[in-house]
T-cell receptor
Framework: DQQVKQNSPSLSVQEGRISILNCDYTNSMFDYFLWYKKYPAEGPTFLISISSIKDKNEDGRFTVFLNKSAKHLSLHIVPSQPGDSAVYFCAARGTGANSKLTFGKGITLSVRP | EAGVTQFPSHSVIEKGQTVTLRCDPISGHDNLYWYRRVMGKEIKFLLHFVKESKQDESGMPNNRFLAERTGGTYSTLKVQPAELEDSGVYFC????????????FGEGSRLTVL
């Protein structure tokens, strides 16, 4: 039973436009959400995170939005650049000692020059 | 500062053989995690060490998998005997604080069982 769902396996956008990557979760005990970026043959690298007490967090071109009532978050990248082409994983974590991350399947983003 | 390092980067073995994967976390990171990604699937949690103790091993698939972290430094993950379904990329990650948001991942060890 997947607790973090990234239902779109891939997304293709034009350079300079906005990329919107979506993620849904089912576990209401999750209180911290992260996005990781992964290039081929490399490990995932942390991109941006958001706590459940917030609904938005921004870092440069990257913004994460959280809608707790809908159990939905999204990552916006604007403007998109060819170097953003990678697999993006949504991850969630519960509170306290249960610090393991639960990941989605990932979305492959392709930014066309 | 060195990141999380994993060895080997790729291992090809036959069904029934044994493989040992090694992970060296970032120095000073008490928390060490093992994850696995089977092709096209999600990155799945295997287990979590705090120093040398197993905090959570709920993701370990079965008793063919054995993880150790002697002395609270590097960790090994042994698969014995390996089965075809064990193929995938095994990632190690570490973090400093228990409640830290982000994990630092290694590049992964790709295991192919023939």
């Amino acid at each position: 039973d997947q607790q973090v769902k990234q239902n779109s396996p891939s997304l293709s956008v034009q350079e300079g436009r906005i990329s919107i990557l979506n993620c849904d979760y089912t576990n209401s005990m999750f209180d911290y959400f992260l996005w990781y970026k992964k290039y081929p043959a490399e490990g995932p690298t942390f991109l941006i995170s958001i706590s459940s007490i917030k609904d938005k967090n921004e870092d440069g071109r990257f913004t994460v939005f959280l809608n707790k009532s809908a159990k939905h978050l999204s990552l916006h990248i604007v403007p998109s650049q060819p170097g953003d082409s990678a697999v993006y994983f949504c991850a969630a974590r519960g509170t306290g000692a249960n610090s393991k991350l639960t990941f989605g399947k990932g979305i492959t983003l392709s930014v066309r020059p | 500062e060195a990141g999380v390092t994993q060895f080997p980067s790729h291992s090809v073995i036959e069904k029934g053989q044994t493989v040992t994967l090694r992970c060296d976390p970032i120095s000073g990171h008490d928390n060490l995690y093992w994850y696995r990604r089977v092709m096209g699937k999600e990155i799945k949690f295997l287990l979590h060490f705090v120093k040398e103790s197993k905090q959570d091993e709920s993701g370990m698939p079965n008793n063919r998998f054995l993880a150790e972290r002697t002395g609270g430094t590097y960790s090994t993950l042994k698969v014995q005997p390996a089965e075809l379904e064990d193929s995938g990329v095994y990632f190690c990650a570490s973090s400093q604080a228990l409640a830290a948001g982000e994990l630092f991942f290694g590049e992964g060890s790709r295991l192919t069982v023939l």
